[in-house]
């Protein structure tokens, strides 16, 4: 499995650009998320047909911050309750990973943590 994030507006073609690496390199599925607040209607499960279609990749597309905080706990192998508190340090180290500036850092922490609130 591979991912790629994105805080910009997206296209079709971009993420399909993404499958046509994973496929090229031997991955079979892929996380596609794109969270600004600006981004069109991606037609997600198009998409992801085309995605196995073309390329025999299973991909998952994920537009909503919400969405988003929610598949990362389903998935988890933890408890819910050690998700919530591990999830906001390990987003913050893995953006400086990334060498993302501060104002991404407030930015990503903000729509989690709006997203988190409207969940509860």
Same mark, same amino acid.
């Given at each position: 499995m591979s991912a790629e994030a994105k805080q910009k507006v997206v296209t079709q073609s971009e993420i399909l650009q993404f499958v046509e690496r994973l496929a090229a390199a031997g991955? @079979?599925?892929? &996380?596609? !998320?794109?969270? #600004? $607040?600006?981004?069109?209607?991606? =037609?997600v499960g198009d998409?992801?047909?085309?995605?196995?279609?073309?390329? @025999?990749?299973? &991909?998952? !597309?994920?537009? #909503? $911050?919400?969405?988003?905080?929610? =598949?990362?706990?389903?998935?988890?192998?933890?408890?819910l309750e050690r998700c919530l508190e591990s999830f906001p340090q390990l987003?913050?180290?893995r953006l400086k990973d990334f060498h993302c500036g501060?104002?991404?850092?407030?930015?990503?922490?903000?729509m989690l943590s709006a997203a988190a609130s409207e969940a509860v």
């Open positions: 991955i @079979g599925k892929g &996380l596609y !998320v794109a969270v #600004d $607040p600006s981004q069109a209607d991606l =037609e998409l992801a047909r085309k995605a196995q279609d073309r390329n @025999g990749i299973a &991909l998952r !597309v994920i537009t #909503d $911050p919400e969405r988003l905080l929610q =598949e990362s706990v389903q998935w988890s192998p933890f408890p987003l913050v180290q501060k104002d991404s850092q407030y930015e990503w922490a903000g």
